[in-house]
């Protein structure tokens, strides 16, 4: 796979950053430029432009297709990541006011974090439980107004819509990663392009007329805030502590309140501005999550170097292997560079960021 480098942790966080404000730009490309009333056609050109076109550039560069288990992984991803959470998320901009549906996308964090814990059992700390409460009410109060209106299904649209993006934040940092995250990211688009489509011709019916405006806005959707975004933020993921991407996509609410205000002639309150400076907080703490060296000991084991062509890095859980005492100072799972081969591992079966279960020494 590929990554961006020795960067270190803010840096990396810093270019994930790109993905979440190019969404918050979303909500008025979505009001402004596209077709009223049509979230899932919205939903399906957004992803199939963008799936082509990523698709033939990762066959182009390396050739990689997807095989065996691949298949199901990627079907995996391509329906939480984006079959389910672009219809919801569309449904609930089109019933919201752009403040309430982004709002309901500050609870992210703690989803995130209650997705994981089922997954691998691995709790939050006390720490990013208090910033994750406290970034939703920042986000909340940026952009939440007096008057907004609350649609029952439109709430429920948004926040089943975050449900279904917080498993594909868990989904993409536990299941193996590709090793073209270009063309991974292509068929993931396309296989969601496969589910929207005919439920979107048979609720909506037959594709509404398009102007040359609202061309401009499905090719910067599609094109940019999707495809180019989202291949930045799976690979931000893959580098990033899993706390740490939802916090970042707070970004995107506040963006979308600041285009508000600026193009649109919205209102900024005290309230407001002291909500950006609470979200704002917690993106910085995201950004720096990463930047401390993780510890971890092995004791017991007589670890040898494996070839990086083998395999780049070996992910242990407690879960995984209780025997280990060593975990990582971001409460993620501990990280280990090298391990015996012969002895404890087939390390040729093995991909990056593979969950390994291991005999105690």
Known sequence: MKTWGDRTGPAVAVI??????????????????????RPLFVALVRVAPAGLLLAAIGCFRSRWTPRGGEWRDLAILAFFNFGLFFPLLIVGVYRLPGGVAASIGGVQPLLVGMVAWLVTRLSMRRLD????????????????RPNAGIDPIGVAAALCANVSFSIGVVATKTLPAPDDRIAATGWQLMFASIVIAPVAWLAEGPP?????????????????????????????????????????GLAAPLTGAALGWILLDEDLTVVQILGFSITISAIVYAATIGSRPATARTPSLDVKPLP???????????????????????????RVEFIERSEYVNAPTLRPSSVIRLPPP
């Open 16 to 37: 994930t950053l790109l993905a979440p404000i190019s969404w918050g730009t979303t909500y008025v490309t979505i009001t402004e430029l596209l077709p009223a009333d």
């Open 129 to 144: 439980v208090i910033v994750g409460i406290v970034s939703a009410v920042g986000v909340a109060m940026v952009v939440i």
């Open 208 to 248: 509404p007329a398009v102007h040359l405006t609202t061309v401009a806005g499905f090719a910067y959707l599609s094109l940019l805030a999707t495809g180019a975004a989202f291949v930045i933020w799976f690979t931000g993921i893959g580098q990033l502590p899993t706390q740490a991407p939802p916090v970042l």
């Open 308 to 334: 990086d062509a083998v395999i780049s890095r070996l992910d242990l859980r407690e879960t995984a292997w209780p025997n280990v005492d060593c975990i990582d100072d971001q409460g993620v799972g501990p």
